[in-house]
């Protein structure tokens, strides 16, 4: 597959395209982006690299750090989460809080927010150092030890997070959260304010077409059992209320994130990190969205 001619296509066909939606700001630090940033990284299991615009640009990772924490969360208590946090889609936006009650505090899936706050939680009680010990597991599955929190987006996100502090109240008042609610929402804002580039966001999701493995490193990080269940969560519930739209046009499991963000996975093959800052009023990236639409219907592959 010539993937460097395939990316350049792409891009061209892309950057012709109007650019529609908005850069998020309820985050007011995450407006400071331009909105005509787009760049798309794509890196096989065999360790070739295929890059295209503006891949080797920091951006903010927001939700796509769920992946991480999931990752990291089952590697420490494996099955066990699944007492705290459901796996089936939820149908509503990210941030809601309606489900949450009458299911008495146990979250639809780990990538809503509700979901991503006991998980947050589940981290504060098993590591010694969260904050630390969290950006070391990012740094070691990326390749990368130059990652870094950006501590005016947590800071900006802290002062304006009071749904996600509604969120983490309710969960509290329902037995799901056992440590600080501040400290809860502390860690959940930093590991969402991680700045990282295409590169190595596809870098680190590469473990999941590989069976577990970081190809960098060679290191088994989750099994392959574990894998399957990820991507299963990913494909359903990676993209909001648009996960069932993002698994019929593009037909991989992935994840967005609100800075602009999507990484998605061809199993045994390859990921694939875009980032174009404008979000659809689902909240997902419009173009990135598109250039993966592209990506499966040009390469004629996907997970179908
Ligand atoms: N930090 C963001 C929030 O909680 C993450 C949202 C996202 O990327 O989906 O609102």
Same mark, same amino acid.
């Given at each position: 597959?010539? $993937? ?6 792409? $891009?061209? #066909? ?14 007011? +630090? ?6 005509? %940033? ?5 890196? /096989?299991?065999?360790? %070739? ?12 990772? +927001? ?16 099955? /066990? ?17 309606? +489900?949450?009650? $009458? ?27 969260? %904050? ?9 599955? *990326? ?20 749904? @996600? ?7 509290? *008042?329902?037995?799901?959260?056992? @440590?600080?609610? #501040? ?7 930093? +590991? ?30 989750? &099994?392959? !059992? ?9 494909? !359903? ?5 648009? !996960?069932?739209?993002?698994? $019929? ?21 390859? &990921?694939?990190?875009?980032? !174009? ?6 909240? @997902? ?10 990506? /499966?219907?040009? /390469?004629?592959? *996907?997970?179908?």
């Amino acid at each position: 597959m010539n $993937y460097s001619e395939l990316l350049k296509n792409i $891009y061209e #066909e892309v950057k012709g395209l109007p650019l529609e939606g908005k850069v998020a700001s309820y985050i007011p +630090q995450l407006a400071n982006v331009s909105a005509d %940033k787009f760049g798309m990284s794509l890196l /096989t299991v065999d360790g %070739k690299e295929y890059k295209v615009g503006d891949t080797d640009e920091n951006f903010s990772i +927001q939700s796509i750090s769920k992946v991480f924490t999931l990752t990291h969360v089952m590697s420490l208590v494996g099955e /066990t989460i699944w007492e705290r946090i459901g796996v089936e889609p939820s149908g509503n936006s990210f941030n809601s809080i309606v +489900q949450l009650e $009458y299911e008495n505090g146990i979250p639809r899936n780990p990538f809503i927010n509700a979901g991503a706050l006991v998980m947050a939680d589940l981290l504060v009680s098993k590591l010694n150092d969260p %904050k630390k010990d969290f950006l070391e597991f990012v740094r070691k599955i *990326s390749g990368n030890k130059n990652i870094e929190y950006n501590l005016a987006v947590a800071k900006s996100e802290k002062e304006t997070g009071f749904m @996600n502090a509604s969120l983490v109240n309710m969960l509290k *008042s329902r037995g799901n959260i056992h @440590n600080k609610v #501040e400290d809860v929402l502390d860690f959940y804002f930093h +590991q969402c304010s991680i700045e990282m580039t295409c590169k190595d966001l596809a870098n680190s999701f590469l473990l999941f077409a590989n069976q577990g493995k970081c190809a960098h490193l060679q290191d088994q990080i989750i &099994s392959g !059992s574990q894998v399957k269940r990820i991507s299963a969560l990913m494909l !359903s519930c990676g993209f909001y209320d648009e !996960s069932g739209e993002f698994a $019929y046009k593009v037909g991989l499991p992935g994840k967005s994130g609100v800075g602009g963000g999507i990484v998605a996975v061809q199993p045994q093959k390859y &990921s694939v990190a875009v980032w !174009s800052p404008k979000l659809n009023k689902k909240g @997902n990236s419009s173009l990135g969205m598109k250039a993966l639409e592209l990506l /499966t219907t040009k /390469t004629g592959m *996907s997970i179908f």
